[in-house]
């Protein structure tokens, strides 16, 4: 069964580094999310990315953060000056198509600890 | 404003015995509905959804969930618990009318199945 998966599965970095977080889709799928579980709280929603570019993005994804799929089939995020407050898991998703109803089907996760 | 609530921060329930775990929501239209389990170190894993039609929803691993929109709640069930159900399950909404493809989760409700 295809499935999502993301690299690596735990990054440390020390405040103010960059971070790229990788995930590479379901081959199919078209539409790309990143979501954030901070440690005890909900699963956020980050931002959803469509033909090359952002469809949607949260309040939490500001400047500091940007998405790219370099390739066919790799999708990044990338926290530009890592604070504190970003430690978190991060978890990747995508679906199908624009059918409206599709399910969003999600990888293992990175867990992202900023020192 | 779209919200999920999950009242429940951990469920206890003897190995064979039925199983609720409690969702509620609040969105302005008709909502899509989801239930993901999370395993350690594993990623969301999708077990159903309710889109349109049945309220009585059949996913995964023997779960189901009834959508009730009196009660604005999507409870997932099972007649017989197994130990390996033991996990943290997530409700998610996306409110279809709003434009947005993403997903509004709850806090998550962890399960424990003893034997």
């Known amino acids: 069964e295809p499935e999502v998966t993301q690299t690596p599965s735990h990054q440390v970095t020390q405040m103010g580094q960059e971070v790229i977080l990788r995930c590479v889709p379901i081959?199919?799928?078209?539409?790309f999310y990143w979501y954030r579980q901070i440690l005890g709280q909900k699963v956020e929603f980050l931002v959803s990315f469509y033909n090359n570019e952002i469809s949607e993005k949260s309040e939490i994804f500001d400047d500091q953060f940007s998405v790219e799929r370099p390739d066919g089939s790799n999708f990044t995020l990338k926290i530009r000056s890592t604070k504190l407050e970003d430690s978190a898991m991060y978890f990747c998703?995508?679906?199908?198509?624009?059918?409206?109803?599709?399910?969003?089907?999600f990888g293992p996760g990175t867990r992202l600890t900023v020192l | 404003a779209q919200s999920v609530a999950q009242p429940e921060d951990q469920v206890n329930v003897a190995e064979g015995n039925p199983l609720t775990v409690k969702c509620t929501y609040s969105v302005s239209g008709n909502p899509y509905l989801f239930w993901y389990v999370q395993y350690p170190n594993r990623g969301l894993q999708f077990l159903l959804k309710y889109i349109t039609g049945d309220n009585l929803v059949k996913g995964s691993y023997g779960f189901e969930a009834e959508f009730n929109k009196s009660q604005t709640s999507f409870h997932l069930k099972k007649p017989s618990a197994l130990v390996s159900d033991s996990a943290l399950y997530f409700c998610?909404?996306?409110?279809?009318?709003?434009?947005?493809?993403?997903?509004?989760f709850g806090t998550g409700t962890r399960l424990k199945v003893l034997a």
């Open positions: 998610a909404v996306r409110d279809p009318t709003s434009g947005t493809y993403k997903y509004i």
């Open positions: 081959s199919n799928h078209l539409y």
């Open positions: 998703a995508s679906s199908d198509g624009g059918a409206g109803t599709d399910t969003q089907y």
